[in-house]
């Protein structure tokens, strides 16, 4: 099992539409949660964090459940510019600061 | 504020070529990585370094080098190239400081193809 699974996509929905990614993760111990962002062809960059309680930056949500090992983000209101691959990144118990990435969910918005 | 630099962009090695690529960081970061990306594929870490002079591998390892002399530099050697090195190479760095500790910013990328 990979240590990290995403859906790859591609996700194609028209602009203003919700959409939502989900990814698991497979070490029960892993410590932090996040969402990165790339677009093609760049590098990844933090879209945000991913806490037990939930959290919301704008038109982005993202949920944590912990028993399910189980991670979301929701993007409301798509925008052509939320098009990117977005990749589920988890970081375990070693040290060093070393994040697992998954492979990445790909959006496109559409007009 | 340059933040992570990485050179070259682009690279085209024939096999058994060597190469070093380059990556600085700006930022003070003690922690530095090296990762490999392939087409479809999540982000593989080849090796880290959690200061100068402190280097250990990652999950892919085999067939390149690194070190840290100074806390800006992390460059990774590739020795005896090989078409499965064929690869999008990421240089990431990061703060031990308490507030952004598991951020990791990454540099621009190198392209490389061995041939």
């Known amino acids: 099992r990979k240590e990290v699974e995403q859906d790859p996509g591609p996700f194609n929905v028209p602009e203003g539409a919700t959409v939502a990614f989900n990814c698991t993760y497979s070490?029960?111990?892993?410590?932090?949660f996040f969402w990165y962002r790339q677009d093609c062809r760049k590098e990844p960059k933090l879209l945000m964090s991913?806490?037990?309680s939930g959290n919301e930056d704008g038109r982005f949500t993202a949920q944590l459940n912990r028993a399910s090992q189980y991670i979301s983000l929701l993007i409301r209101d798509s925008k052509l510019s939320d098009s990117a691959t977005y990749l589920c990144?988890?970081?375990?118990?070693?040290?060093?600061?070393?994040?697992?990435f998954g492979t990445g969910t790909q959006l496109k918005v559409e007009l | 504020n340059a933040g992570v630099t990485q050179t070259p962009k682009f690279r085209i090695l024939k096999i058994g070529q060597s190469m070093t690529l380059q990556c600085t960081q700006d930022?003070?970061?003690?922690?530095m990585y090296w990762y490999r990306q392939d087409p479809g594929m999540g982000l593989k870490l080849i090796y880290y370094?959690?200061?100068?002079?402190?280097?250990d591998k990652g999950e892919v390892p085999n067939g390149y080098n690194v070190s840290r002399s100074t806390t800006e530099d992390f460059p990774l050697r590739l020795e005896l190239a090989a078409p499965s090195q064929t690869s999008v190479y990421f240089c990431?760095?990061?703060?031990?400081?308490?507030?952004?500790?598991?951020?990791?910013?990454f540099g621009p990328g190198t392209r490389l193809t061995v041939t």
């Open positions: 990431a760095s990061s703060s031990r400081l308490a507030d952004r500790t598991y951020e990791q910013y």
């Open positions: 070490n029960s111990a892993s410590q932090s």
């Open positions: 991913v806490y037990s």
């Open positions: 990144v988890v970081k375990g118990t070693g040290g060093g600061n070393k994040l697992t």
């Open positions: 930022m003070n970061h003690n922690y």
């Open positions: 370094s959690v200061g100068a002079g402190i280097t």
